[in-house]
Nanobody, 130 residues
Framework: QVQLVESGGGLVQAGGSLRLSCVAS????????MGWFRQAPGKDREFVAG???????????YYADSVKGRFTIDRDSAKNTVYLQMNSLKPEDTAVYYC????????????????????WGQGTQVTVSS
């Protein structure tokens, strides 16, 4: 089992920045996929950013078009933590943000699908005021 705990959400004005963290604990695997998804009230959960890595491949990151150029996903392997740096936030970024993990190496297509992931955090609320 893998446990994921998100933090870093909050209330910010449009144009501001937040950095979300996702700390993973539990089992370790040879390959990983980590994703950030978000869900706004009344909407489906949507892909935000994701990355995969293994012992032989550094990592590959992908982003939803709506956040490309504004958000960055990164990791600190020593801390078992994945980050989502969010800059130039917009009111439409308001949602609950979830961290997800899978014991696989995924390309863009599978990273973008919530059903590809086996483990989920509890979510952290991000609210962007106009």
């Amino acid at each position: 089992q893998v446990q994921l705990v998100e933090s870093g959400g909050g209330l910010v004005q449009a144009g501001g920045s937040l950095r979300l963290s996702c700390v993973a604990s539990g089992r370790t695997f040879g390959s990983y996929a980590m994703g950030w998804f978000r869900q706004a009230p009344g909407k489906d959960r949507e892909f935000v950013a994701g990355m995969s890595w293994s012992a032989v491949i550094t990592y590959t990151a992908y982003y939803a078009d709506s956040v490309k150029g504004r958000f960055t996903i990164d990791r600190d392997s020593a801390k078992n933590t994945v980050y989502l740096q969010m800059n130039s936030l917009k009111p439409e970024d308001t949602a609950v943000y979830y961290c997800a993990a899978a014991a696989s190496y995924y390309g863009r297509t599978y990273l973008a699908r919530p059903e590809s992931f086996d483990y989920w955090g509890q979510g952290t609320q991000v609210t962007v005021s106009s």
